[in-house]
């Protein structure tokens, strides 16, 4: 890596303010940059066809203002079951949408996606494909709904970041899979706690802890041609593609508390391992780590992928005058809400902020942003979103996590920064 690609993590700070400021200030035509006409539909390849990509393709055309007409896939058996018919309430895109000429199958099925005369792209492949996809798309001047995590290791990392810039000096609307910021209760509980609500923040915890997953999902190796053709099937359990499930599932954790926190972490250290889960691929069934914010605020984070462990999917900062507490929910935001401090003589906690319900789909949200981004139809700061800056800082700070636990050592942010270990496929 060149030492003038090498971005610190001061650098990261100042980079996200800019990139908030540009996206707020800059004013131009929909029709003259935007990709499409103003007030037409939005048209989109889309790269990916597994779960995750089902439903955000689908999502995407329920907003009446976007249909999916490329698809691309590394397997055959995908792009049949993306074409066929609708049948009941199954929540997937239109295939009476998908031009016959613009189905493009293999490991360089991107390619065809990029050289369609589409205006966006959907990119929900396997995450270690993600940054080569989000360059080329880039090139390609397509507009990006790109799922996260944004890549797998540090070199990705840089990739995307760069490329990312380029799409902010071309206009391109950039959306990144971190649904919780388009959640209505979140961006309250934010504009809350930059108020003051919590006061001097003290601490934060967060968690992503389950079951295992996937377990009727897993294939035999003989029952594949090649070791690449089961490893990307088989793509969670395998870092080069997955980056550990604390980078493809965590880093919705870390986004929300660098997002309330309005600040990046300056080290890590924890631990991890393979306790259970030793039947299928590489990664870890449990990590526990500590992040080191400035001002002396400290980060738990703890992921659990066992069958039988207590399951916890949430987020705490607490203040010396507040609390925020989060809690998932299916589809929705769950719970988010702000309490504060409770006095000796107070019967009750005193409720600042809460949201408990279903309405405030943070999934569903995310799709008509995205679109309206991109038709030049958002408002005040989601009139042109990027979300590159942050989107990136969040896949950082996982890949951190992940060496840390790796390695049972402390290490910085600039110390990993700096670096440029890849994860590459190892072969038959």
């Known amino acids: 890596m060149k030492k003038k690609d090498l971005v610190s993590r001061r650098t990261f700070v100042k980079g996200t303010a800019a990139a908030t400021a540009a996206s707020t200030l800059t004013i131009v035509k929909a029709e003259s940059v935007r990709g499409t006409q103003a007030n037409s539909m939005l048209e989109i390849g889309w790269i990916g066809l597994g779960g995750q990509g089902t439903r955000d393709a689908y999502l995407l055309e329920k907003t009446g203002k976007a249909k999916i007409?490329?698809?691309?896939?590394?397997?055959?058996?995908?792009?049949?079951?993306?074409?066929?018919?609708?049948?009941?309430?199954?929540?997937?895109?239109?295939?009476?949408?998908?031009?016959?000429?613009?189905?493009?199958?293999?490991?360089?099925?991107?390619?065809?996606?990029?050289?369609?005369?589409?205006?966006?792209?959907?990119?929900?492949?396997?995450?270690?494909?993600?940054?080569?996809?989000?360059?080329?798309?880039?090139?390609?001047?397509?507009?990006?709904?790109?799922?996260?995590?944004?890549?797998?290791?540090?070199?990705?990392?840089?990739?995307?970041?760069?490329?990312?810039?380029?799409?902010?000096?071309?206009?391109l609307s950039v959306v990144v899979g971190l649904q919780r910021h388009y959640s209505k209760a979140y961006r309250a509980c934010k504009k809350l706690i930059d108020d003051g609500a919590l006061g001097t923040i003290v601490m934060a915890h967060s968690a992503w802890d389950m079951g295992d997953l996937w377990k009727d999902r897993r294939g035999k190796r003989s029952d594949w041609k090649t070791q690449m053709d089961y490893e990307v099937e088989h793509w969670y359990f395998f870092k080069w593609l997955c980056g550990d499930h604390i980078v493809e599932q965590s880093i919705h954790n870390m986004d929300v508390i660098n997002w309330m926190l309005g600040s990046l972490p300056t080290k890590a250290y924890g631990s991890g391992g393979r306790l259970v889960r030793k039947d299928i691929g590489e990664i870890y069934d449990h990590f526990n780590l500590i992040y080191e914010y400035p001002n002396q605020v400290l980060l738990n984070h703890s992921c659990v992928q066992i069958d039988g462990v207590r399951g916890d999917v949430s987020e705490t900062i607490r203040g010396t005058k507040g609390t925020f507490t989060t809690t998932a929910g299916r589809g929705g935001t769950g719970g988010a809400r702000i309490e504060g401090s409770r006095g000796r003589r107070d019967n009750e906690t005193p409720m600042i902020y809460a949201y408990e319900g279903t309405d405030d789909r943070h999934y569903d949200q995310e799709a008509e942003f995205f679109v309206n981004s991109v038709l030049g139809k958002g408002e005040g700061q989601d009139k042109y979103r990027n979300d590159t800056k942050y989107g990136v800082e969040s896949t950082f700070m996982s890949i951190l996590g992940r060496e840390a636990a790796y390695r049972r050592e402390c290490i910085g942010w600039d110390e990993l920064w700096n670096s440029n270990k890849r994860l590459t496929f190892k072969g038959d």
Do not use: W
């Open 69 to 171: 007409v490329a698809i691309a896939d590394y397997f055959q058996y995908r792009l049949d079951n993306a074409r066929k018919p609708v049948e009941g309430n199954q929540q997937r895109p239109n295939p009476n949408n998908f031009d016959p000429k613009k189905v493009f199958l293999g490991i360089d099925a991107y390619k065809g996606i990029m050289e369609s005369k589409v205006d966006a792209v959907l990119m929900v492949t396997p995450p270690g494909f993600r940054p080569e996809h989000f360059k080329a798309a880039v090139a390609a001047k397509k507009h990006i709904f790109a799922e996260k995590p944004l890549a797998v290791d540090v070199p990705g990392c840089h990739i995307v970041m760069e490329a990312g810039e380029k799409a902010k000096a071309n206009n």
